[in-house]
């Protein structure tokens, strides 16, 4: 089964990017990688989530590496509501059902 | 204006009481889900439903129980049985079930359920 390893915590500057790093390496083929995040006390929100080429949307910017065993989420202008919890998931497969394993996750601050 | 709802968002209880949270979605979803987080902790998963009328045990449904009559709407009940009931419960919903192409998970506000 497939994990993922995040820095515990992480700053920068407002108007910067945000680099969020996720490592993977033991996802199989078929697995998506998913990111959300969480503003305390708030559901999760979806952000973006890719397979093996990168991926841009509204939101943010995901780059996969091309071995897949690694990622990085990029918030291209990072703002104080930006402050958050950031999950990285790589979507597991059990008995044909697929679920979400959400770990600690990146703490990222914004900062002023 | 489409969303996941749950309520309420705050709720307490004397111990050994069962309690129902809600969850109602109006995205047309067909799958649900209901997890938990701990303080400080990621989420895991307790019940899910593919499709109305079914459902599935997560990685930690005992003392918990569920139902799935209507398409838009998967209550989840505390039962006296869950030895440590306080925590965040959060619903979601997803287009598909798990293994479709749109099994994107959404989610609601959660309720913080503190039991006394």
């Known amino acids: 089964d497939a994990k993922t390893t995040q820095p515990p915590s992480m700053d920068c500057a407002e108007g910067r990017a945000a680099n969020l790093p996720c490592n993977h390496s033991t996802i199989s083929g078929n697995e998506y990688v998913y990111w959300y995040r969480q503003i305390h006390s708030q559901g999760p929100q979806y952000i973006i989530h890719g397979l093996k080429n990168n991926e841009t949307n509204e939101m943010a910017s995901l780059i996969i590496t091309e071995d897949r065993k690694s990622s990085t989420l990029i918030l291209p202008h990072a703002t104080l509501r930006d402050t958050a919890v950031y999950y990285c998931?790589?979507?597991?497969?059990?008995?044909?059902?697929?679920?979400?394993?959400f770990g600690s996750g990146t703490r990222l601050l914004v900062r002023p | 204006d489409g969303g996941i709802t749950q309520s309420p968002k705050y709720l307490f209880r004397k111990e050994g009481q069962n309690v129902t949270l809600s969850c109602e979605q109006n995205?047309?979803?067909?799958?649900m889900y209901w997890y938990r987080q701990d303080p400080g902790q990621g989420l895991r998963l307790i019940y899910y439903s593919q499709i109305v009328n079914d459902f599935q045990k997560g990685d930690i449904a005992e003392g918990y129980s569920v139902s799935r009559e209507k398409k838009e709407s998967f209550p989840l009940t505390v039962t006296s049985a869950q030895k440590n009931p306080t925590a965040f419960y959060l619903c979601?919903?997803?287009?598909?079930?798990?293994?479709?192409?749109?099994?994107?998970?959404?989610f609601g506000p959660g309720t913080r359920l503190t039991v006394l």
């Open positions: 979601a919903s997803s287009i598909d079930p798990p293994t479709g192409v749109k099994d994107t998970q959404y």
């Open positions: 998931i790589v979507r597991f497969r059990m008995d044909s059902s697929y679920k979400l394993i």
């Open positions: 995205l047309n979803h067909d799958a």
